[in-house]
């Protein structure tokens, strides 16, 4: 049992930010989640400003509601959506915030005088996973976030794994066909590109492209624009062979993606994440249907393809575990 009292968890997405009060026994005292403060969105030190005293009040307000005094929070855990560079707990870029080399800790440490932990929003919700969700007793942990594009996470040996300069786990630019559609970094055929939410609704539209009468379109309310990948699933679930044949594709690019992950980090486990990983089983066991006949032995066999248990909350979670872990290696 942690004995360095109470802990903030910070995760600050590109739309929604959570904060929570953690207590000695890492129980969520009070959990708060605001759309992130995007107005003027500008590249500058004004915009990163509004983030942070946007966190400062929540914080402030997570304390409040919990009747506990900020002299008695012992420190603050950040995930933030972006490249960060860990030593210097700056973020370097993040594609839809407006942090550009933005000293996230050093601001927040002037504020609180407090210890803050940074680091980049996969790298935490991986660690939260491990802590309290689907990576329990587990050491080798790959992290995979199929939403709206793909994240990563890794951890090797107990640790995260943060590469040479902290930008590691870049699993969603991954390339899995050079000739493939251009992903939003520039490259072709990344696995975001061909396996993140857009790409899934892509593919169903170009079905109903050739068969207007097609039951995935029926399932989004007989308008295009909503077709997703909960239309795909509604209609397999009535046994409709296209939409089948729309998640069997998008599960064996997955699956090609965890191949080469499996053979490379041989982990223990793969916790997905994600929009993917809550429509139900369908994507995922076809995924791990190639995982199984295609990676390595014996990496295949040991490796278990788990979804995520944590939800929105693995972030903050992982964020507050790990600022309690560096305050009691202050104290060792
Ligand atoms: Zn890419």
């Known amino acids: 049992?942690?004995?360095?009292?109470?802990?903030?968890?910070?995760?600050?997405?590109?739309?929604?930010?959570?904060?929570?009060?953690?207590?000695?026994?890492?129980?969520?005292?009070?959990?708060?989640?605001?759309?992130?403060?995007?107005?003027?969105?500008?590249?500058?030190?004004q915009g990163s400003q509004r983030i942070l005293n946007q966190v400062i009040s929540l914080i402030n307000k997570v304390c409040d509601v919990s009747g506990i005094a900020l002299s008695d929070v012992s420190g603050i855990g950040n995930g933030v959506a972006g490249t960060i560079d860990f030593k210097s707990g700056t973020v370097i870029f993040s594609p839809n915030l407006p942090f550009r080399n933005f000293g996230f800790k050093d601001a927040m440490y002037q504020h609180f005088k407090i210890p803050i932990f940074l680091d980049n929003d996969a790298n935490v919700a991986v660690w939260g996973e491990k802590c309290f969700g689907a990576g329990r007793n587990a050491s080798e942990i790959v992290g995979v976030t199929i939403g709206?594009?793909?994240?990563?996470?890794?951890?090797?040996?107990?640790?995260?794994?943060?590469?040479?300069?902290?930008?590691?786990?870049?699993?969603?630019?991954?390339?899995?066909?050079?000739?493939?559609?251009?992903?939003?970094?520039?490259?072709?055929?990344?696995?975001?590109?061909?396996?993140?939410?857009?790409?899934?609704?892509?593919?169903?539209?170009?079905?109903?492209?050739?068969?207007?009468?097609?039951?995935?379109?029926k399932m989004a309310g007989g308008n295009i624009d909503k077709v997703n990948g909960e239309s795909l699933v509604l209609a397999a679930a009535e046994g409709d062979e296209l939409a089948l044949g729309v998640l069997r594709e998008i599960g064996e690019i997955i699956g090609v993606a965890f191949t080469s992950l499996v053979n490379i980090f041989n982990p223990e486990v793969i916790i997905v994440g994600g929009g993917v990983a809550e429509t139900g089983d369908l994507i995922l066991n076809f995924a791990e249907d190639i995982v199984r006949n295609y990676a390595i032995k014996p990496n295949s066999e040991i490796v278990k393809i788990v979804k995520a248990e944590l939800g929105n909350k693995a972030g903050f979670m992982g964020a507050a575990s790990l600022i309690r872990k560096e305050i009691e290696s202050y104290n060792d």
Do not use: W
């Open 148 to 217: 709206t594009g793909i994240g990563g996470g890794l951890i090797i040996n107990d640790k995260i794994y943060r590469g040479a300069v902290g930008c590691a786990a870049e699993i969603g630019h991954m390339i899995i066909d050079r000739n493939g559609p251009r992903c939003g970094c520039g490259n072709y055929g990344c696995f975001e590109a061909m396996a993140a939410g857009s790409a899934i609704a892509k593919k169903a539209r170009a079905v109903i492209a050739k068969k207007p009468d097609a039951l995935i379109l």
């Open 1 to 45: 049992m942690s004995d360095n009292g109470f802990v903030v968890g910070v995760d600050i997405g590109g739309t929604k930010t959570t904060v929570a009060l953690l207590d000695e026994r890492d129980g969520i005292l009070c959990e708060r989640v605001e759309p992130t403060s995007r107005a003027d969105f500008d590249e500058s030190q």
